[in-house]
C-alpha cells in the first residue's frame, strides 16, 4: 500500500496583509503542515522572511510548520 499524499502550502504564496485569514483557509482545506521558506539575507541574498514571521504563523495556527 502507498503512503498518503500529504500537501504542504508555501506560505510564501500568502496574502500577508491577510495572513491569519490565510493560514485558517489552508486548514479548512485539508493541510496538515506549512511550508515555510525562511529566507534572511544571510546565507542567500534574498529576503522573504524571518523570525518574526515565523512567530506570527506559530501563534495563529496549530499545523506542522515544514521550515527550512
Given at each position: 500500500?502507498?503512503?498518503?499524499?500529504?500537501?504542504?502550502?508555501?506560505?510564501?504564496?500568502?496574502?500577508?496583509s491577510r495572513l491569519g485569514e490565510q493560514?485558517?483557509?489552508?486548514?479548512?482545506?485539508?493541510?496538515?503542515?506549512?511550508?515555510?521558506?525562511?529566507?534572511?539575507?544571510?546565507?542567500?541574498p534574498v529576503i522573504t522572511l524571518g523570525t518574526p514571521?515565523?512567530?506570527?504563523?506559530?501563534?495563529?495556527?496549530?499545523?506542522?510548520?515544514?521550515?527550512?
Amino acid at each position: 500500500m502507498r503512503d498518503a499524499v500529504k500537501l504542504a502550502p508555501s506560505i510564501i504564496a500568502a496574502d500577508f496583509s491577510r495572513l491569519g485569514e490565510q493560514l485558517r483557509e489552508c486548514k479548512t482545506a485539508g493541510a496538515e503542515y506549512l511550508h515555510v521558506d525562511v529566507m534572511d539575507g544571510r546565507f542567500v541574498p534574498v529576503i522573504t522572511l524571518g523570525t518574526p514571521i515565523v512567530r506570527a504563523i506559530r501563534s495563529a495556527s496549530d499545523l506542522v510548520l515544514d521550515l527550512h
